[in-house]
């Protein structure tokens, strides 16, 4: 927190603080929507891998640029002297209040997220157990595309 009253050149500074804040809730608000996709996603059934992987492509850069703004927020916070929670600068504090709020929505989307991933997970182990329990039992198609030893070819359904 900033004790002294603001010096004439210190509106740009502010001003850089402030941008930095609006940039770093502006990323994380995107980053909300990506989780939505992700759990969207998640919650589908079939599950759509390719799909996935780009939202969690999306979701890794999205990262990168909420950790870019928020070290952006940190230089204009040595720069002008502020310390969140600013509670010398209501429009400062009101904005890092959104951001700790949205920041533990997210947070708490994360884990939403991360519970159907394994749950997803637990969902193709299981599968994969039951494929190798009949393993011994028939063939199925290959890697190649074709029955081995002359068994009975089969389709097994992912969803069920």
């Known amino acids: 927190m900033r004790f002294t009253a603001p010096e004439a050149g210190d509106n740009t500074i502010v001003d850089n603080l402030t941008l930095a804040l609006r940039q770093l809730d502006q ?11 992700e759990y969207q ?12 992987q780009c939202v969690t492509h999306d979701k890794s850069q999205q990262l990168s640029a909420v ?22 600068h209501p429009d400062l504090d009101n904005l890092w209040a959104q951001i700790q709020t949205r920041t533990l929505d997210l947070y708490e989307q994360n884990r939403r997220n991360r519970v159907s991933l394994e749950s997803q997970i637990a969902h193709i ?19 190649d595309g074709a029955s081995h030893y002359g068994m009975r070819l089969q389709n097994l359904d992912i969803n069920a």
Do not use: N, W
Request: proline content about 6%; charged content about 10%; some cysteine.
């Open 125 to 143: 182990h299981s599968l994969s157990a039951a494929i190798k329990a009949l393993a011994p039992q028939q063939m199925f198609y290959c890697a």
């Open 27 to 37: 990323a994380l608000d995107k980053l909300g929507q990506i989780l939505q996709t």
């Open 67 to 88: 950790a870019h703004y928020d070290a952006l927020r940190q230089q204009a916070e040595v720069d002008s002297g502020f310390l969140a929670p600013y509670a010398c």
């Open 41 to 52: 996603l998640l919650a589908a059934m079939p599950l759509q891998p390719v799909a996935l």
